[in-house]
């Protein structure tokens, strides 16, 4: 088989699939919304169940519906006829993935889901099926046929169906007001969960390890000030109540040594006068990834921290924000 061959047959079955997208999203209706009705109403879990390929798109389904504010979880429809069918509850949603309809495994634990009054949602592609038939909606999956040269391995049905399965999560999702901040909450441990939940707070030296001085404080205590901080090379001028005036960075005292002043006329200057007044600052709630756009924005290594009074809560270095690994 030449490459020409092998491309072909690769753009037929993406073609093949997409076309089968398409046409399941142009038949979208009532029962569509039906299904996100219930789902978003239902005072239980959503369930996703299937087998074989359906299964395997089932189980991602149920991570998506659970990552995006609706608890799930996958139910294997082999195990429940053998007692796994007690993890659902009555007030749940049973969302039942199979091409045909008449999947074995998934009618077998009909009737007993029938008996505790379980509300079902078919995805389907035959709306006459034993399946289809005891869903309360059913979201049509139908193909005209597989991508496979063979139209045998499930491919556009499959893919149909993750398709509207994801349809059907992004739409409750959406109904339900899902925002930025809840699904950071639920990917705590990745990178973007790193990136949505990390607060300058998480960083920022507070308390006692701020470098604080007086506006009267001369440049060259200031300095004696930065040695000993546990944060190098920046004080915070605060007056008696703690509000900050100021800012002073050993970057400043390089650019005023090198404007030609006496040096030691210099270090009995007090910092009121070299200082940096109204510098930028954030507040401990700050995302830490928005400290750091601010301080690669405006080049600068540290940013102090203020409370919504002014007063000083702490200072946050570029290193330390580093750390969290929010980049």
């Not at 519906?65 to 049973?94: K, N, Q, R, W, Y």
């Not at 869903?135 to 193909?143: G, P, T």
């Not at 063979?150 to 007001?177: C, E, F, K, Q, W």
Request: proline share 4%.
């Amino acid at each position: 088989m030449d490459t020409s061959e092998i491309l072909n047959q690769a753009r037929t079955t993406i073609a093949i699939e997409t076309d089968a997208i398409s046409r399941a999203a142009d038949r979208l209706g009532e029962d569509f919304i039906r299904a996100c009705r219930m789902i978003l109403e239902s005072p239980g879990r959503t369930v996703l169940c299937g087998i074989g390929k359906s299964g395997a798109v089932a189980r991602k389904l149920a991570g998506t519906f659970a990552s995006t504010g609706t608890p799930a979880f996958f139910l294997h429809p082999a195990e429940a006829i053998h007692g796994d069918l007690g993890m659902v509850c009555d007030a749940d949603i049973v969302i039942m993935l199979s091409n045909s309809g008449e999947t074995d495994e998934l009618v077998r634990i009909l009737p007993a889901l029938r008996r505790r009054g379980v509300r079902i949602i078919a995805v389907c592609g035959e709306h006459s099926s034993t399946l289809a038939q005891e869903a309360e909606a059913i979201i049509d999956s139908a193909i005209e046929c597989e991508a496979c040269p063979l139209g045998l391995a499930p491919t556009a049905s499959t893919a149909t169906m993750m398709a509207l399965g994801d349809a059907l999560a992004m739409a409750v999702m959406h109904m339900r007001g899902f925002s930025v901040e809840d699904f950071a909450a639920s990917h705590p441990g990745g990178a973007l969960g790193r990136r949505l939940l990390s607060r300058v707070s998480d960083a920022m030296h507070a308390g006692q390890e701020t470098p604080r001085v007086a506006p009267s404080t001369t440049v060259l205590q200031c300095l004696l000030t930065m040695s000993h901080a546990s944060v190098r090379g920046v004080v915070v001028v605060v007056d008696e109540a703690g509000r900050m005036q100021g800012l002073f960075t050993d970057g400043d005292l390089r650019r005023l040594m090198q404007s030609g002043e006496n040096r030691d006329e210099l270090m009995d200057r007090p910092v009121s006068e070299v200082m940096t007044a109204n510098p930028v600052s954030v507040r401990p709630e700050t995302l830490a990834t928005e400290a750091l756009r601010i301080m690669e924005t405006r080049e600068i290594d540290n940013l102090p921290v203020v409370d919504g009074d002014g007063i000083v809560a702490g200072v946050v270095d570029i290193q330390d924000l580093m750390k969290l690994r929010v980049l």
